[in-house]
């Protein structure tokens, strides 16, 4: 069991059989307008230039000093950048499908992914371990990494992005299984509040198949976590 350092929700270990389950009821429940559902307005720096002005004022710095004057502009072209994932569909990235027989698990481990807690907009970072068990389509692989990397991109919750990447796959490729597991660090719960270095925070999704089925679940699992096995 981990406790998740930003809600102090507790989440299974990937390896329960209830947990993705238990993740996909709070989804619905809580009905979260989300940038996954699509926000393409653009970035306005000057807007964040000015906000952040405020806030180095509000901490009790001198925000005219040599060492911050370019911080407003630097910060409004980092949130650009860290959130470009809010302009973006990265369901795009799974349309250019090729049909092949091969009916048998295809997993991409270890994609490094940086994201932002939308909680307290620190950082976590960590690995996406992504599979499916193809319908007869499949996708570059690198492309995979493309929809980790542009979900991540957004103000997120784990737990949501896991989600997401999850329910893309299974939409756009018709995949008879998908499995999404992320593993990650959480600033927010490293360098504030209660500062457990080395904390991680696992999350999975488990469609079709994988969530069905016991002994395809824990092949997959036995893949993403033992994968010389
Ligand atoms: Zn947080």
Redesign the pocket.
């Known amino acids: 069991m981990i406790t998740d350092?930003?809600s102090h929700s507790v989440i299974d270990h990937p390896g329960d059989t209830d947990h993705s389950v238990a993740i996909a009821q709070s989804s619905r429940t809580t009905k979260t307008v989300h940038p996954e559902s699509g926000n393409r307005k653009t970035v306005d720096h000057q807007r964040i230039e000015r906000a952040v002005r405020d806030i180095l004022i509000a901490v009790g710095e001198d925000p005219d000093r040599e060492g911050l004057l370019e911080t407003p502009a630097r910060v409004a072209r980092m949130y650009a950048e860290v959130f470009s994932g809010l302009h973006k569909d990265p369901s795009v990235h799974l349309k250019r499908v090729f049909t092949e027989n091969y009916d048998e698990i295809v997993l991409v481990r270890d994609i490094e992914f940086h994201s932002m807690?939308?909680?307290?907009l620190?950082p976590?970072s960590g690995r996406a371990h992504v599979a499916y068990l193809p319908n007869g389509k499949v996708v570059g692989l690198s492309k995979l990494a493309r929809v980790v990397d542009e979900v991540a991109r957004r103000p997120q919750v784990q737990e949501r992005m896991t989600e997401t990447i999850a329910n893309m796959i299974e939409e756009a490729l018709g995949a008879r299984g998908v499995a999404v597991m992320i593993e990650s660090t959480?600033?927010?719960?490293t360098m504030r509040g209660i500062r457990k270095a080395g904390a991680s925070c696992t999350t999975s999704a488990m469609r079709g198949v994988f969530r069905e089925n016991l002994s395809s679940r824990a092949e997959i699992l036995g893949l993403i976590m033992n994968p010389s096995r």
Not at 117 to 120: D, G, N, Q
């Open positions: 350092p930003c807690c939308e909680h307290h620190l976590f959480h600033s927010c719960m």
